[in-house]
T-cell receptor, first 115, second 112 residues
């Protein structure tokens, strides 16, 4: 069975600090996709990144970066020089590509960035 | 504007009174799905649809029904709502499975 674990329920940092949100996944399939979504206090869900299982390249987008490591089944998200606007709940998600097409989300990590 | 539209935004009902939450997308997406969000449990998928007339259960389908008679619409039906279905519900769509999800604004449902 597939599973996504976000062990950090809540993290608080002071503005300008770097912060890493952890995501550990479980699947026996070799083809799968991983995602990160952001849910700001306003409540909408916003896509951040998608990564397939064959692409282990790390990605950087401005202050955001993602580290995908198949060896440890992790897909961690780092925010550099955090800002108050980064305060949100962040979800990691997994979908496999064989037979069933269910999305499995983690329980989310609430990030509070203090001014 | 490309969007996923859910209605209503808020709904208060009583146990056993059938209700429907509508979801519509204007992007010609094939994949549509429903989720519920509960504190401490994150997002859990209720049902998904790969295309018209093709639906399948997610992780928490009990007590819910869906239909996909047209590509753009994917209503969520609660035939006999119970208090444990009080939750925040999201509809989402994507061009095909495995691509990024576009979410609706959510429906806060309270079942008394």
């Amino acid at each position: 069975a597939q599973k996504v674990t976000q062990a950090q329920t809540e993290i608080s940092v002071v503005e300008k600090e770097d912060v890493t949100l952890d995501c550990v996944y479980e699947t026996r399939d070799t083809t799968y996709y991983l995602f990160w979504y952001k849910q700001p206090p306003s409540g909408e869900l916003v896509f951040l990144i998608r990564r397939n299982s064959f692409d282990e390249q790390n990605e950087i987008s401005g202050r955001y970066s993602w580290n995908f490591q198949k060896s440890t089944s992790s897909f961690n998200f780092t925010i550099t020089a955090s800002q108050v606007v980064d305060s949100a709940v962040y979800f990691c998600a997994l979908i496999i590509n064989s037979g069933t097409y269910k999305y499995i989300f983690g329980t989310g990590t609430r990030l509070k960035v203090l001014a | 504007e490309a969007q996923v539209t859910q209605n209503p935004r808020y709904l208060i009902t009583v146990t056993g009174k059938k209700l429907t939450v509508t979801c519509s997308q204007n992007m010609n997406h094939e994949y549509m799905s429903w989720y519920r969000q509960d504190p401490g449990l994150g997002l859990r998928q209720i049902y998904y649809s790969m295309n018209v007339e093709v639906t399948d259960k997610g992780d928490v389908p009990e007590g819910y029904k869906v239909s996909r008679k047209e590509k753009r619409n994917f209503p969520l039906i609660l035939e006999s709502p119970s208090p444990n279905q009080t939750s925040l519900y999201f509809c989402a769509s994507s061009p095909t499975v495995n691509e990024k999800l576009f979410f609706g604004s959510g429906t806060q449902l309270s079942v008394l």
